[in-house]
């Protein structure tokens, strides 16, 4: 490392262990969080094949109507 790395960079202070209840509070936090984040996920997946269905059944339609 250079010497403006060590002058920028602070050491990192370690973190003292969690009691019993905040524990389980940062759990809770982490589970909502994660169940957040995986409703937006399925919202996304089913946005995508919704249009991908539109697209399909647009195309089909394009082709019908050119006979």
């Known amino acids: 490392m250079r010497f403006y790395e060590f002058a ?6 370690p ?13 809770r936090k982490r589970d909502v969080d994660q169940a957040k984040q995986a ?3 399925t919202k996304d ?16 339609i394009f082709k019908l109507q050119n006979r």
């Open 8 to 13: 920028t960079t602070k050491p990192k202070k």
């Open 15 to 27: 973190k003292k262990p969690l009691t019993p209840e905040q524990s389980v509070v940062a759990a």
């Open 39 to 41: 409703l937006d996920r």
């Open 45 to 60: 997946q089913q946005k995508r094949r919704r249009e991908f269905e539109r697209a399909i059944k647009a195309s089909y």
